[in-house]
């Protein structure tokens, strides 16, 4: 049973436009999320995050919503650049001293010029 | 430079073999974490170690082995291995196995099982 959900496998924008990705949780007791992108043949690499008492965080270019009520949250890039064309991973893990993360499936973005 | 490399980036392997994947950080962080990405799977976390000790596995068959000897470097070792066992293996690190830490990935060895 997947706890972190990624339902659109891909996305395309045009360049300069805004890109959203989606992610849905299912587990209330989450309480920190994080987004990763990754390249082909590397690894992924920190984005941006949010913790549970926040329903926003902006970096740059990149901003995170999260609405705790719908379980849902989303990653806004505007403007959207050729170079952001990546995986995305939305992540989250629990208040626990595990460093768990539970990814979703990722969704890959493309931006054309 | 991700501060996180992991070797071999490739492997094939047959069943009967025995092999280790190596993980080295060079961050100063406390935690290391091996992760498995399997085709058209999400990441799934397999060991997590903290100041050198096992505090997590996430009900990994024993075919896999993790070995911590010092908080900059993770191992891990394969043996009689299975084809379904083919799949991108990530090795990460963190401050520590907190909360509200980031993890920082290596590039990932594409194992092969023939």
């Known amino acids: 049973d997947q706890q972190v959900k990624q339902n659109s496998p891909s996305l395309s924008v045009q360049e300069g436009r805004i890109s959203i990705l989606n992610c849905d949780y299912t587990n209330s007791m989450f309480d920190y999320f994080l987004w990763y992108k990754k390249y082909p043949a590397e690894g992924p690499t920190f984005l941006i995050s949010?913790?549970?008492?926040?329903d926003k965080n902006e970096d740059g270019r990149f901003t995170v919503f999260l609405n705790k009520s719908a379980k849902h949250l989303s990653l806004h890039i505007v403007p959207s650049q050729p170079g952001d064309s990546a995986v995305y991973f939305c992540a989250a893990s629990f208040s626990s001293n595990t460093g768990k993360l539970i990814f979703g499936q990722g969704t890959t973005l493309q931006v054309k010029p | 430079e991700t501060g996180v490399t992991q070797t071999p980036r490739h492997l094939v392997m047959g069943m009967t073999n025995k092999k280790s994947l190596k993980c080295e950080q060079h961050?100063?962080?406390?935690?290391m974490y091996w992760y498995k990405q399997s085709a058209k799977k999400p990441l799934e976390l397999m060991f997590v170690?903290?100041?050198?000790?096992?505090?997590e596995n996430n009900s990994v068959p024993s075919r896999f082995s993790p070995e911590c000897p010092n908080s900059s470097h993770l191992f891990l070792h394969l043996h009689t291995l299975q084809p379904e066992d083919s799949a991108l293996y990530l090795c990460a690190s963190s401050q520590d196995a907190a909360m509200n830490t980031e993890a920082f990935f290596g590039q990932g060895t594409r194992l092969t099982v023939v």
């Open positions: 961050l100063g962080h406390n935690a």
């Open positions: 170690y903290s100041l050198e000790e096992r505090v």
């Open positions: 949010i913790s549970s008492i926040k």
